[in-house]
């Protein structure tokens, strides 16, 4: 059996690491193609030396760009690797511009595509990750659901059952390898100079958010509110993306302690230290539930509906009162909760799901 595995951004490395790691240790035959969709060294190489992956056979270099221009680049290198390779199976993850383009590409040449973490939905269509997600989860074969939840959405959807498998989500793979470690690292916060619990720590990047230069500064002024009314520091590594939009809108941010992105073992120290934390994030709404840390999300819906039945999420959407409402709400809550994504197995049975179907 041979596998390629399709990724380009920071989610997706962190999410198939467990899948890589077990690929490494029962000595596959895989091969990873890069697409060169994030490609600043914070976005991207990091994570391959701190989480010790292997180099991408194959990097695009495809770079950012419009959605069509970028997608289409990827189709076109994407479709010629696949062809000369022939791998038996393809397997693509989320929601990204990389993994629709993965998903199509493979697809169309008659090749096998799995996908890791399918059957989520926002049912929110403005969204580009919603209709990255619908698609793939209709050109795929495999289709490995974090969820029971997940599952019941793909069966909705008419998708047949024996093409749907609930694996758990491999981000509880990845948090339980590499907590301890991060634990171990005890310099992000010193660094920083914060505490552990005196700290709430924030993630903002979705387009729809700080492409948006309403939203983008309603939600700087909220976390502002929320600032000024704890007296709690807020620490906010910034996207690339946010980054730009902030520059473009001209907006002016007030306290907020902004610092560059960080590695992911630096990421899990702040996080499962924070008193709080605020997200547009998929990864993150993950995260903070995984690590007990309760969540405010800066959307008005989300596909990781299972965060909030637990009482681990909660969202506020955009309006700066609500989001200072919301924190409330969430810094008064429990801080107990069950994990609803899995075991922390879902790279093996992902891996062993492929073995009996391939070799
Ligand atoms: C992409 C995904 C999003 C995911 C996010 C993870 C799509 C449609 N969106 O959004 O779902 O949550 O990745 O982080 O695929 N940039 C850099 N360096 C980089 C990468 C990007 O400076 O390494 C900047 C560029 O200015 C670029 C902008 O960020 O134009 C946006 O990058 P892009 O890959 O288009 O989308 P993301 O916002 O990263
Ligand atoms: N992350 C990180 N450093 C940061 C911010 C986030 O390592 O400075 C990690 C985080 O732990 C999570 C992932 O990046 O695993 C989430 O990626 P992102 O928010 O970019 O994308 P999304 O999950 O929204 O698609």
Redesign the pocket.
């Known amino acids: 059996m041979k596998i390629s595995i399709v990724l380009g951004?920071?989610?997706e490395i962190i999410k198939f690491s467990p899948i890589i790691r077990e690929c490494e240790r029962l000595g596959l035959d895989y091969f990873i193609l890069h697409t060169g969709?994030?490609?600043?060294y914070s976005?991207?190489r990091v994570f391959f030396e701190q989480l010790e992956l292997p180099d991408a056979k194959y990097n695009l270099e495809v770079g950012?760009?419009t959605?069509a221009e970028?997608t289409g680049k990827m189709l076109m290198g994407i479709e010629r690797t696949i062809q000369s390779e022939m791998p038996d199976v393809v397997l693509v993850q989320?929601?990204?511009?990389?993994?629709l383009a993965g998903a199509l590409a493979a697809t169309k040449l008659g090749i096998e595509v799995g996908h890791v973490e399918a059957g989520l939905r926002s049912y929110d269509r403005s969204m580009?990750?919603e209709i990255?997600r619908v698609l793939a989860d209709h050109c795929c074969d495999l289709l490995f659901a974090p969820t029971e939840k997940c599952r019941q959405i793909l069966l909705h959807e008419g998708i047949p059952e024996d093409k749907i498998f609930v694996t758990g989500n491999t981000i509880v793979d990845a948090v339980y390898q590499n907590l301890e470690i991060s634990r171990k690292r005890g310099n992000v916060l010193n660094h920083l100079g914060i505490n552990s619990d005196e700290y709430f720590l924030a993630t903002v990047?979705?387009?729809e958010n700080v492409d948006d230069e309403k939203r983008f500064r309603s939600i700087i002024r909220g976390l502002e509110i929320v600032e000024d009314e704890f007296e709690v520091p807020i620490v906010y590594p910034i996207?690339?993306?946010a980054e730009?939009q902030l520059k473009v809108f001209n907006i002016e941010v007030n306290g907020l302690r902004l610092i560059p992105p960080v590695d992911y073992l630096s990421f899990l120290q702040l996080e499962s230290n924070a008193r709080l934390v605020f997200t547009d994030?998929?990864g993150v709404q993950e995260e903070t539930c995984i690590l007990g840390i309760p969540c405010v999300t800066l959307r008005y819906n989300t596909e990781r509906p299972e965060t909030l039945e637990v009482g681990a999420n909660t969202l506020a959407g955009t309006d700066p009162y609500e989001i200072l409402k919301k924190a409330d709400h969430m810094l008064n809550g429990k801080n107990s909760w069950s994990n609803p994504f899995g075991d922390g197995k879902a790279g093996k049975r992902i891996i062993q799901i492929l073995r009996e179907k391939f070799e």
Do not use: A, I, L, V
């Open positions: 951004t920071r989610p969709q994030h490609y600043s976005m991207d950012s760009g959605h970028q989320g929601d990204t511009n990389t993994t580009p990750e990255n990047h979705r387009q996207h690339p993306r730009k994030s998929g």
